[in-house]
């Protein structure tokens, strides 16, 4: 869903633009006092895998089809915040070299899917998901965010267009949202099946947030993890 | 996460890009469906304020529309992997 040129009125893509540079600089703040040395190669496979993974669209229903937006399978790795920065390099980099999504809509579609999808699904996930202790937790967690997120970010589009005048909200945002419950099946299918792949062969790839150490964590990392805290 | 896993992750994608994205289902996405059938996608169909070099996923001058999308997305993904990686270095050396 990412939105071209031309679909929002000025207001709303200068509106959206501020809200996203705030967003991107508050998870930078965020991201810098939880990234761990071994995230920093998984944000830049996460970053390649969403990138190719949203080139692959699959069909949904006659005529119509999707494609996955990868912010709960980044958050799920990576947390909240480097997930969300994650999504937004993928999204600049799209707009700026595959005229995927306009540069005037940019901070609209950062907004939707890199901090509302992607921070908003981890929330959502990490209610379900608890401590991360329970793997049935963990992946119904990731499959009612990856629907989540998918759908949001529908909904935020949707009110998007309708404030700019482009379609009538009445309209606009059911049938935004009815697609996007749709292709939302599919962000789950692939989210959950790659989440079990991983909970499988590198459970402690998992992002836990500071203070929940587990028994998975090897003793080097619970100990970095309680001086991170302890700082 | 050791280097074979990191090859590992980048081969799942860059294989994606490179013998999927082909086969990509051409049907319009989500928002394309709504802004066709509630008729404001011609607002979107004006030149884009910026032009960007790949658009559409087409590698330029290859006549071939599979291979061009193949090498555009191996490109891309190779690329990617390389901003990903290189933000997350930014923000680990900002923090000391």
């Known amino acids: ?231 | 996460m050791g280097e074979k896993e990191i090859l590992m992750g980048l081969a799942v994608a860059v294989l994606i890009a490179l013998l999927v994205s082909p086969f990509a289902s051409p049907w319009p996405d989500g928002l394309e469906r709504v802004a066709k059938d509630q008729g404001f996608l011609e607002k979107g169909e004006e030149p884009p304020v910026f032009a960007a070099p790949v658009p559409d996923y087409s590698f330029p001058g290859i006549c071939n529309k599979e291979w061009a999308t193949s090498i555009a997305g191996f490109i891309g993904t190779m690329a990617m992997f390389g901003i990903g990686y290189g933000v997350a270095v930014l923000i680990k050396r900002r923090k000391r």
């Open chain 1, 1 to 231: 869903m990412h939105i071209p040129d031309g679909f929002l009125s000025t207001n709303t893509w200068l509106a959206s633009w501020a809200i996203s540079v705030g967003g991107i600089g508050y998870s930078i703040k965020k991201t810098a006092g939880v990234l761990k040395d071994r995230m920093v190669p998984l944000m830049g496979v996460m970053s390649a895998f969403v990138f190719a993974a949203q080139m692959i669209n699959f069909p949904v229903m006659g005529g119509t089809s999707g494609h996955l937006l990868g912010g709960v399978l980044a958050a799920v790795l990576l947390g909240p915040y480097a997930g969300a920065l994650t999504l937004a390099c993928v999204l600049i980099f799209q707009c700026l070299i595959f005229q995927d999504g306009g540069l005037t809509a940019l901070g609209a579609n950062v907004f939707n899917m890199a901090i509302a999808g992607t921070i908003g699904g981890y929330g959502i996930y990490s209610l379900i998901a608890e401590d991360r202790a329970n793997e049935k937790r963990v992946l119904a967690g990731t499959a009612v965010a990856a629907w989540f997120s998918v759908v949001m970010a529908s909904i935020l589009c949707a009110l998007e267009l309708a404030i700019s005048g482009t379609a009538p909200l009445g309209i606009v945002l059911p049938a935004m949202a009815g697609i996007h419950a749709l292709i939302g099946i599919g962000e789950a299918i692939i989210t959950v099946s790659i989440i079990t792949v991983i909970l499988k062969t590198r459970p402690d790839l998992i992002y836990r947030p500071q203070g929940t150490v587990t028994v998975s964590l090897s003793n080097r990392d619970s100990l970095s993890s309680l001086r991170q805290g302890l700082s």
